[in-house]
C-alpha cells in the first residue's frame, strides 16, 4: 500500500516563496510519475505540475516560471518550490501518484494580498 505525506505549506505574504514535500512510502515510487494538484474554495481540483521518472516535467500555465517541480527518488520525495506566490495560489495542495487513486492528504497554502 502506498502513502502519500504532504508538508511544507503556511501562510506568506504575496511575492514570498514555499516548498511543499511529498514523502512516499513503497518500493515503485522511482518509476512512477508524480503530480501535484491544488483545490480552492469553491472550485475544482486542477493539476499544477507533473514530473515523470525520467525527469521530464510540465506545468500549468499559471504557474509556469514561478513553480518548479522536482524528485528524490532515493528519498521517496517530490517537492514543489513555489516562488513569487499570489493571492489566488490559495488552495489546498496534494501530491498524487499520476494516473491512480493514490493521494495524500493535502496541505494548506494561503497567500495574503
Known amino acids: 500500500q502506498v502513502q502519500l505525506v504532504e508538508s511544507g505549506g503556511g501562510l506568506v505574504q504575496a511575492g514570498g516563496s514555499l516548498r511543499l514535500s511529498c514523502a512516499a512510502s513503497?518500493?515503485?515510487?522511482?518509476?512512477?510519475?508524480i503530480a501535484w494538484y491544488r483545490q480552492a474554495p469553491g472550485k475544482q481540483r486542477e493539476l499544477v505540475a507533473v514530473?515523470?521518472?525520467?525527469?521530464?516535467?510540465n506545468y500549468a500555465d499559471s504557474v509556469q516560471g514561478r513553480f518548479t517541480i522536482s524528485r528524490d527518488n532515493a528519498k521517496n520525495t517530490a517537492y514543489l518550490q513555489m516562488n513569487s506566490l499570489k493571492p489566488e495560489d490559495t488552495a489546498v495542495y496534494y501530491c498524487n501518484i499520476w494516473l491512480t487513486d493514490y493521494w495524500g492528504q493535502g496541505t494548506q497554502v494561503t497567500v495574503s494580498s
Open positions: 514530473i515523470r521518472s525520467g525527469g521530464g516535467t
Open positions: 513503497g518500493s515503485t515510487f522511482s518509476i512512477n510519475a
